[in-house]
């Protein structure tokens, strides 16, 4: 059961979204590509980092807003491979804020039975990074709610290449046949394996790129751009968005149907749907 109150207060701009929003058929999976921060801090004549400082509210709102809709899973991209060519101290805030938000946050998320992971190349972070990070996925392990996933050091190519390489090294040991190598198989090794794919990406700030982000999972998601700059996204706005996708006729690939439209079968009915183990490496 939904708590509206707990997510949006009753006369506010967002209870108007939120109460427009057909609460059975939201979305399972939102992946969130967070843009914007240099923009906002350039704006106010702040350096880059505080952009970044600020996003923190925004994540903390999404994360919030997405466990008490119920949802199944929401990725957040936090820091891509091609992210270590900025300026050093950059990458370091990021690393810091990072670690800052576990610390502060780990209660908070254990509260709402929120299940924390990483989704990419863990091991080529920082240790201190590593430890907080690996800290979090332990103490969060047996929550059975939202699985809430931080793409760090990810990069969508590697992650199918990754995929590929275990598949490939399990035909080479003879423990795989090369005709069982199928879609469920790749889908099965890749870092977000054991959720459902995104049915709904979100990117802030107006770009229109998908810049290397679950580019095997975003197949058949709905795509929603917003203006609105990281720093400046709440509970209203990811509320606009999912009023949005509510409004998207979903057909991936066949003709619409007088009934509702179902995803594949990978995507079992949401009433239906088992608790996922998502599984990080
Ligand atoms: C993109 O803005 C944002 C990032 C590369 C980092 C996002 C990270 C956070 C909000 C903080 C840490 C995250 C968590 C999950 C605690 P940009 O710098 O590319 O903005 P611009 O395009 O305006 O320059």
């Keep these: 059961m939904i708590a509206k109150d707990e997510i949006a207060k009753p006369s506010t701009p967002e209870r108007a979204v939120l109460d427009s929003l057909e609460l059975t058929r939201l979305p399972r999976h939102v992946a969130v590509i967070m843009d914007g921060n240099g923009r906002?801090?350039?704006?106010?004549?702040?350096?880059?980092?505080?952009?970044?400082?600020?996003?923190i509210a925004s994540v903390r709102a999404t994360v919030e807003t997405a466990a008490r809709l119920g949802l199944e899973g929401l990725t957040l991209y936090a820091f891509s491979t091609e992210n270590w060519k900025r300026p050093r101290l950059e990458v370091l805030t990021l690393m810091t804020l990072l670690k800052e938000y576990l610390k502060r946050e780990l209660q908070n998320l254990l509260d709402h039975d929120i299940r924390f992971r990483v989704v990419g190349r863990i091991d080529g972070l920082d240790a201190t990074v590593v430890a907080a990070l690996k800290e979090a996925m332990a103490r969060t392990e047996q929550c059975g709610g939202m699985v809430f996933n931080v793409a760090l050091n990810y990069s969508g190519r590697a992650e199918i290449a990754d995929a590929a390489r275990e598949l490939a090294a399990e035909v080479v040991a003879g423990t795989l046949r090369l005709d069982e190598i199928d879609e469920e198989r790749i889908s099965g090794r890749?870092?977000?394996?054991?959720?459902?794919?995104?049915?709904?990406?979100?990117?802030?700030?107006?770009?229109?790129?998908?810049?290397?982000?679950?580019?095997?999972?975003?197949?058949?998601?709905?795509?929603?751009?917003?203006p609105v700059l990281w720093p400046e996204f709440r509970c209203r706005h990811f509320l606009e968005a999912l009023a949005e996708f509510q409004r998207r006729e979903r057909r991936y690939g066949g003709i619409v149907e007088p009934e509702r439209v179902t995803a594949p079968s990978r995507q079992a009915p949401r009433e239906a749907r088992p608790h996922p183990t998502a599984v990080t490496r």
């Design 190 to 226: 890749l870092y977000t394996a054991g959720l459902p794919d995104p049915d709904l990406l979100i990117r802030t700030s107006g770009e229109m790129r998908v810049s290397n982000f679950l580019l095997w999972q975003i197949a058949y998601s709905e795509i929603y751009v917003t």
């Design 40 to 55: 906002w801090a350039k704006a106010r004549h702040l350096p880059r980092v505080e952009g970044h400082r600020a996003g």
